[in-house]
């Protein structure tokens, strides 16, 4: 009985470790193999960090750009004026005329001051002032992409024939200028 408790346990023994043996050998990887899957295993940890770290700056230059939007440009311009009378004392005062797109105004007179220049092609963030713009006069809200493409050249053609203007689709002086009287005339 004891020969067979022993012969058993044998068995198992011999089972266990052929079967670890077994695997062992089906699981080996040569240095190169081994080296090799080390390195992808970095370059996905690094991935996944470059990939957060393009989120984040993504979303911080998101707020940046709203942050920006929402800001009012300081003009250098004079800014216009219109006479109003005191009913107390009948003298007549000057003071500065605020209008609803004020900040697209300056904007705008920065662009005639700068005497910048835009066609079909042209690229940052003065094309995106008169993509602005064109949301305003069209009543819009295009995405705002800095970027002076078909869809603007023809939407700069479509407002220089409307006001009077030659239609070349090139925004200068003279369409900056008309855009601001039209942008006044809106109050």
């Not at 043996?21 to 240095?31: E, F, L, Q, R």
């Not at 697209?104 to 003065?126: E, F, P, Y």
């Amino acid at each position: 009985m004891d020969n067979l408790k022993f012969a058993l346990f044998s068995i198992v023994v011999l089972a266990l470790v052929g079967l670890g043996g077994y695997w062992a050998i089906a699981t080996i990887k040569s240095g190169t193999e081994f080296d090799a899957s080390q390195k992808v295993q970095e370059l996905q940890q690094t991935n996944d960090g470059l990939t957060k770290q393009v989120a984040d700056l993504t979303s911080q230059l998101n707020t940046a750009q709203a942050q920006i939007a929402s800001l009012t440009p300081i003009s250098t311009s004079t800014p216009t004026t219109k006479p109003t009378s005191s009913k107390s004392t009948g003298i007549s005062t000057t003071q500065p005329t605020t209008y609803k797109n004020q900040s697209l105004i300056n904007a705008l007179q920065k662009l005639i001051t700068a005497n910048v220049s835009m066609k079909l092609g042209s690229t940052g963030t003065r094309v995106g002032t008169v993509q602005n713009f064109l949301n305003v006069y069209n009543n819009t809200s295009n995405k705002i992409d800095n970027d002076y493409g078909a869809s603007v050249q023809k939407a700069i053609a479509a407002f220089q024939t409307d006001q009077g203007l030659t239609a070349d689709g090139q925004a200068g002086s003279g369409t900056f200028s008309q855009m601001i009287s039209w942008l006044e005339q809106q109050g």
